[in-house]
């Protein structure tokens, strides 16, 4: 049955001629009685002409309401589906009248005997022949980069000419151009390959030989960067090879003295911290360095700010009895103290053990305080002769150096709490400096005339006293030392001194001559810090600026 029902219009048509073929044939006319009278031809040709004509306005009539009815199934079905035909499973379906319409889908026997055959939209099917009709044919671009048409003459700009690849070249592509702009950036900048999500870390054991794996050939012929990577040389000794770049707090310099600096573990995250009472961290790339945010500690102009090893954390501490804990992962402030039992007016200096368990405070009358970095609570304490000076952690947090006024350097256990050995610095009335190599092999000493000792830690446990090397380089007492990540560095400071900084060449313990050269000044250095892989150095000084370097000979941050 049809949703459409008909039309009440068409039957009120069809009674009124049936009406009309009627009142005709009973009209009283003189036609009529002339036809009554003898005449019937006429009267007979009359009635079929009108027959006739009823018949043909009935036809047209039928015609119509059919093509009218074909016309609504056709928009039923596309509306609401088949529903004259619904479909039977099992059957095959039947071919369908072109002219009910384009039918929706068609059945493809070409692939089978007709068994289980699966509808093949024509959707699919025009576009197939449409993909057949553009083979061959060549498509054009939808536009064209400009670039790729520029020409580039590198040898009329002076910072341009180091992209040449030969004495004369002159002229080259605007896509050669870019591409030997983006490997001197990769070449100059390789430690912002950390933002590469897609680049693949080197596999653990891997060595030299397994070059030509798969995937490996195809990176090395993407750049043209030095296939012959200097982390993993030595170091030269005398001349160190560095550049100037932009100062790491450049978006945001502080009012007062630099006090502490320090990278991060990924490298790339910074903190700077002074009496300006600020933190500030900022992200450094070498360019920009933007500044990622600034927490203002409005009760404690900050003496030392240090990460976390694990990176989770920030320890601020300044001359005052209680310090601060900064949350990276919830950006929450905590304040810690007085610590209970203790009368300490100044927790302004303090070491992080490796491990990330504990920091080590320098207290009263010798006393060192051993604090839990996750409870902030007190765990034990350590007594040496005079007063604490300088702390450094050994053998991955189980140890700790301490150095002071009798001029001793004594090394903790801090697993049983006990002083294991006790020894003199040589040519030292009082140490005030101590750092330790990142495997614990070598440590040096500062003291408050300047002169610095290297010392080989196992030899000095069995009873040498005589350092390595006795470096005397600064007249004045020695601030700040560290050790670089894989100990081919040292780098010794002084506050006292307009540029009071050396690097020293571990492995023959010479100073670095060009360090830190006539056009660059070094103010009054207070702290300095290598990132994780040594590619940068950074150094605060009291004019609240932090200065950042490349060391070339480190391609990693």
Same mark, same amino acid.
């Given at each position: 049955?049809?949703?459409?029902?008909?039309?009440?219009?068409?039957? +009120?048509?069809?009674?009124?001629?049936?009406?009309?073929?009627?009142?005709?044939?009973?009209?009283?006319? /003189?036609?009529?009685?002339?036809?009554?009278?003898?005449?019937?031809?006429?009267?007979?040709?009359?009635?079929?002409?009108?027959? +006739?004509?009823?018949?043909?306005?009935?036809?047209?009539?039928?015609?119509?309401?059919?093509?009218?009815?074909?016309?609504?199934?056709?928009?039923?079905?596309?509306?609401?589906?088949?529903?004259?035909?619904?479909?039977?499973?099992?059957?095959?379906?039947?071919?369908?009248?072109?002219?009910?319409?384009?039918?929706?889908?068609?059945?493809?026997?070409?692939?089978?005997?007709?068994?289980?055959? $699966?509808?093949?939209?024509?959707?699919?099917?025009?576009?197939?022949?449409?993909?057949?009709?553009?083979?061959?044919?060549?498509?054009?671009?939808?536009?064209?980069?400009?670039?790729?048409?520029?020409?580039?003459?590198?040898?009329?700009?002076?910072?341009?000419?180091?992209?040449?690849?030969?004495?004369? @070249?002159?002229?080259?592509?605007?896509? @050669?151009?870019?591409?030997? $702009?983006?490997?001197?950036?990769?070449?100059?900048?390789?430690? *912002?390959?950390?933002?590469?999500?897609?680049?693949?870390?080197?596999? /653990?054991?891997?060595?030299?030989?397994?070059?030509?794996? !798969?995937? +490996?050939?195809?990176?090395?012929?993407?750049?043209?960067? !030095?296939?012959?990577?200097?982390? #993993?040389?030595?170091?030269?000794?005398?001349?160190?090879?560095?550049?100037?770049?932009?100062?790491?707090?450049?978006?945001?310099?502080?009012?007062?003295?630099?006090?502490?600096?320090?990278?991060?573990?990924?490298?790339?995250?910074?903190?700077? *911290?002074?009496?300006?009472?600020?933190?500030?961290?900022?992200?450094?790339?070498?360019?920009?360095?933007?500044?990622?945010?600034?927490?203002?500690?409005?009760?404690?102009?900050?003496?030392?700010?240090?990460?976390?090893?694990?990176?989770?954390?920030?320890? $601020?501490?300044?001359?005052?009895?209680?310090?601060?804990?900064?949350?990276?992962?919830?950006?929450?402030?905590?304040?810690?103290?007085?610590?209970?039992?203790?009368?300490?007016?100044?927790?302004?200096?303090?070491?992080?053990?490796?491990?990330?368990?504990?920091?080590?405070?320098?207290?009263?009358?010798?006393?060192?305080?051993?604090?839990?970095?996750?409870?902030?609570?007190?765990?034990?304490?350590?007594?040496?002769?005079?007063?604490?000076?300088?702390?450094?952690?050994?053998?991955?947090?189980?140890?700790?150096?301490?150095?002071?006024?009798?001029?001793?350097?004594?090394?903790?256990?801090?697993?049983?709490?006990?002083?294991?050995?006790?020894?003199?610095?040589?040519?030292?009335?009082?140490?005030?400096?101590?750092?330790?190599?990142?495997?614990?092999?070598?440590?040096?000493?500062?003291?408050?005339?300047?002169?610095? #000792?290297?010392?080989?830690?196992?030899?000095?446990?069995?009873?040498?006293?005589?350092?390595?090397?006795?470096?005397?380089?600064?007249?004045?007492?020695?601030?700040?030392?560290?050790?670089?990540?894989?100990?081919?560095?040292?780098?010794?400071?002084?506050?006292?001194?307009? #540029?009071?900084?050396?690097?020293?060449?571990?492995?023959?313990?010479?100073?670095?001559?060009?360090?830190?050269?006539?056009?660059?000044?070094?103010?009054?250095? +207070?702290?300095?810090?290598?990132?994780?892989?040594?590619?940068?150095?950074?150094?605060?000084?009291?004019?609240?600026?932090?200065?950042?370097?490349?060391?070339?000979?480190?391609?990693?941050?």
């Amino acid at each position: 049955m049809s949703l459409i029902s008909q039309n009440p219009i068409q039957k +009120r048509r069809l009674e009124t001629i049936e009406a009309d073929d009627d009142s005709d044939e009973g009209l009283g006319s /003189p036609v009529a009685a002339g036809a009554e009278d003898g005449n019937e031809t006429k009267s007979e040709k009359r009635k079929k002409e009108k027959k +006739r004509k009823k018949a043909k306005a009935l036809e047209a009539l039928e015609e119509k309401e059919n093509k009218e009815r074909e016309e609504m199934k056709l928009l039923e079905s596309s509306l609401f589906g088949a529903l004259y035909a619904p479909p039977q499973f099992g059957t095959e379906v039947e071919a369908v009248d072109p002219d009910k319409g384009v039918p929706s889908f068609f059945m493809d026997r070409s692939g089978g005997d007709g068994e289980d055959d $699966l509808p093949v939209y024509d959707e699919g099917l025009s576009s197939e022949d449409e993909g057949d009709d553009m083979v061959g044919r060549e498509r054009k671009p939808a536009w064209v980069d400009e670039e790729e048409v520029t020409e580039v003459d590198i040898s009329k700009v002076a910072r341009l000419r180091k992209l040449r690849k030969e004495g004369d @070249e002159r002229v080259i592509s605007g896509k @050669e151009y870019e591409a030997r $702009l983006r490997g001197q950036h990769a070449k100059l900048n390789r430690f *912002a390959g950390w933002a590469d999500l897609d680049r693949k870390a080197p596999l /653990p054991g891997s060595s030299d030989n397994e070059s030509d794996e !798969e995937g +490996r050939v195809d990176d090395i012929l993407r750049n043209n960067d !030095e296939l012959v990577v200097k982390d #993993n040389a030595k170091l030269l000794p005398d001349m160190l090879g560095f550049s100037r770049l932009v100062d790491a707090n450049s978006q945001e310099p502080s009012s007062g003295p630099i006090n502490s600096v320090q990278f991060h573990r990924n490298g790339q995250l910074m903190l700077v *911290a002074g009496l300006d009472k600020h933190l500030r961290f900022f992200q450094i790339d070498g360019k920009r360095n933007p500044k990622i945010q600034s927490i203002f500690i409005e009760d404690c102009p900050v003496h030392k700010a240090a990460f976390l090893p694990d990176g989770s954390e920030v320890i $601020l501490s300044g001359r005052r009895k209680f310090f601060y804990s900064f949350d990276l992962v919830n950006a929450a402030v905590s304040k810690i103290g007085p610590l209970t039992g203790r009368e300490e007016k100044s927790l302004e200096h303090f070491e992080i053990s490796p491990d990330s368990k504990t920091i080590a405070f320098i207290g009263n009358e010798g006393y060192i305080l051993l604090i839990s970095s996750k409870t902030k609570q007190l765990i034990g304490t350590l007594k040496m002769n005079g007063n604490v000076r300088s702390l450094a952690f050994a053998d991955g947090g189980n140890q700790l150096l301490s150095s002071g006024g009798d001029g001793h350097v004594y090394h903790w256990d801090l697993r049983t709490r006990k002083c294991i050995h006790k020894g003199t610095d040589e040519g030292s009335l009082a140490g005030i400096s101590l750092c330790t190599s990142p495997d614990s092999s070598l440590f040096a000493t500062g003291s408050t005339s300047g002169i610095v #000792n290297v010392y080989k830690r196992d030899d000095f446990l069995g009873g040498k006293r005589k350092p390595l090397k006795t470096i005397e380089n600064l007249t004045t007492e020695i601030g700040e030392m560290k050790f670089n990540h894989d100990a081919q560095v040292l780098a010794i400071s002084s506050r006292k001194e307009r #540029n009071g900084m050396r690097l020293v060449h571990v492995p023959s313990l010479t100073v670095f001559q060009n360090w830190p050269g006539p056009r660059f000044s070094l103010h009054y250095p +207070r702290c300095l810090d290598f990132s994780p892989g040594s590619g940068f150095l950074s150094v605060g000084h009291a004019g609240g600026k932090v200065l950042l370097y490349k060391l070339h000979h480190y391609q990693n941050a």
